[in-house]
């Protein structure tokens, strides 16, 4: 465990991100870094090794940042400008330096924050080796983060998002609310779902940390998990990359962009591992 990745354009979604990942700095004492990605020919390093030079408009912003918010952590607050493509660049990032985390505006890091509609951001969360936080313009970051939604499905993986869910809750004493999600009332989708919950209570039981169990039939994991975390003030949903796909989900995308997409709170989306599957068995 490294330090904590966050994406900056400086757009307002960006620094919110920003705001968030020092939060959650403040908790873990982890160092920051701040990447800002360009394409590649539109910015060149300036300078020679020990030349002093005018900085660049983006090192500028950077250095603004940095005199606002460094303070506000315990470990190092740090950036670094990469060229190329944002999500490749940003999980590349990650990857190199062995991230925790990454967090990232819900949009804005297309540099058109009001027409992006999370692109980079599933993008970064189907690539990245870490679990990925996205954060909307709007959200209140004031709030603490007292309640974490951690669906259950049917599928194998499903619990996958427990261990870091579950760290994650012990460093800000949150409760996470375990919501079983039944995409049909058949004995073999119920065992599943009911195995995983159990499995996924007894990791946080024995980790020290609160919870409470509720459960939903639907074929809907998105609209139900979103409707759930605004009856129980949600602060974040926690969420595998790819989940159940269940009739009412077919036609609206991949689940992460519509979580992303849809979710009025953060998302933090966390990418499977590969599973042996025994053969015959279909998840």
């Known amino acids: 465990m490294s330090q904590i990745i966050v994406g900056i354009d400086f757009s307002k979604t960006s620094i919110l991100a920003l705001q968030y990942a020092l939060k959650i700095g403040a908790k873990t ?10 394409k590649e020919g539109d910015y060149e390093m300036p300078f020679k090794k020990d030349e002093k030079v005018p900085q660049t408009d983006i090192e500028k912003n950077f250095h603004k940042l ?3 918010y460094k303070d506000q952590i315990k470990g190092k607050l740090d950036y670094t ?3 190329g493509k944002v999500y490749e660049e940003l999980t590349n990032q990650a990857k190199y ?13 297309s540099g058109f ?20 936080i996205a954060v909307r313009i709007g959200y209140p970051i004031d709030r603490d983060l ?35 999600l ?40 998105t609209d139900s998990t ?39 709170i953060p998302v933090m989306s966390i990418r499977a591992k590969m599973l042996k599957r025994e053969e015959g068995q279909i998840y």
């Open 66 to 68: 940095l005199d606002r």
């Open 146 to 180: 007292k309640n974490i939604i951690l669906p259950i499905d049917s599928t194998l993986e499903t619990t996958q998002k427990v261990e870091f869910t579950t760290e994650l809750a012990r460093k800000f004493d949150s409760t996470i609310h375990v919501l079983s």
């Open 226 to 264: 979103i409707e759930y975390a605004k009856k129980n003030d949600g602060d974040l949903i926690s969420m595998m990359t790819e989940q159940e796909f269940a009739p009412g989900n077919i036609f609206l995308g991949p689940y992460a962009e519509q979580m992303v997409n849809r979710s009025p």
């Open 97 to 109: 330096t062995d991230a925790w985390l990454i967090i990232t505006g819900a949009h804005g890091l």
């Open 29 to 38: 004492g982890l160092d920051i870094l701040m990447v800002n990605v360009v």
């Open 182 to 221: 039944y995409s049909a009332l058949i004995p073999d989708i119920q065992d599943k779902v009911d195995n995983s919950t159990r499995e996924a209570l007894r990791i946080i039981k024995n980790a020290g940390v609160k919870s409470v169990q509720d459960k939903a039939v639907s074929d809907n994991i």
């Open 81 to 83: 400008i990469r060229e």
């Open 113 to 132: 924050e009001e027409f992006w509609v999370g692109n980079n951001t599933y993008k970064i969360m189907t690539r990245a080796h870490c679990p990925v």
